[in-house]
């Protein structure tokens, strides 16, 4: 699996293919809330680019959430 460096946090908080909708911004964070298959919420920079780490966190709490694999969102990305 390889991981894009160069995705900023707003590219990734505008993918609603996988439900979440910003609910509020705090500073330079994003949170996003979903209400499928059960609500879960999520706090993404709205930074230029996201560390490695951090994106990888993100998606593996999206995956484990949706019940997908991470290279799934990273092909809808």
Known sequence: MKIPRNLSGLALVVTRHWGYKK???EGSHVILQ????????????????????TLNEILRAVANHKGVETQVILDSL
């Open 34 to 53: 979903t209400e499928e298959p059960i609500p879960h919420r999520i706090a993404a920079p709205a930074h230029k680019y996201l560390r490695i780490g």
């Open 23 to 25: 609910v509020n911004q």
